[in-house]
């Protein structure tokens, strides 16, 4: 099992980036994929998911009307469209997939998923 996250890098405040999550070695379709962050000194957060077979989304309240995130289940990837960005974005960003089913808030919880990735680092600055 496999998930590579990638697009980050440094962006001005205001910018946008797109992040990838990449997976292999299971089904695509029967996992929820969800992206965490952790900026230094504090802990992984749960930022957005989306859920497997009706791609229901879930947004951190610190992100919602700025991030979008969507997939594309023929090519295995999770993108996270980020518009608007603030300092405070600033993060490795981490994708990780869970093959529970669950009501909606539960996949904000880091023990929802069974696998991770790599990070990818954010850096938001001028």
């Known amino acids: 099992v496999q998930l590579q996250a990638s697009g980050g890098g440094l962006v001005q405040p205001g910018g946008s980036l797109r992040l990838s999550c990449r997976t292999s070695?299971?089904?695509?379709?029967?996992?929820?994929i969800g992206w965490f962050r952790q900026a230094p000194g504090k802990e992984r957060e749960f930022v957005s998911a989306i859920s497997r077979y009706n791609s229901n989304s879930y947004y951190a309240d610190s992100v919602k009307c700025r991030f979008t995130i969507s997939k594309d289940n023929a090519k295995n990837t999770v993108y996270l469209q980020m518009n608007s960005l603030k300092p405070e974005d600033t993060a490795v960003y981490y994708c990780?997939?869970?093959?529970?089913?669950?009501?909606?808030?539960?996949?904000?919880?880091?023990?929802?998923?069974?696998?991770w990735g790599q990070g990818t680092l954010v850096t938001v600055s001028s």
């Open positions: 990780a997939a869970s093959r529970g089913l669950y009501s909606g808030n539960y996949y904000h919880r880091i023990t929802a998923y069974d696998y």
């Open positions: 070695g299971f089904v695509f379709d029967e996992y929820t």
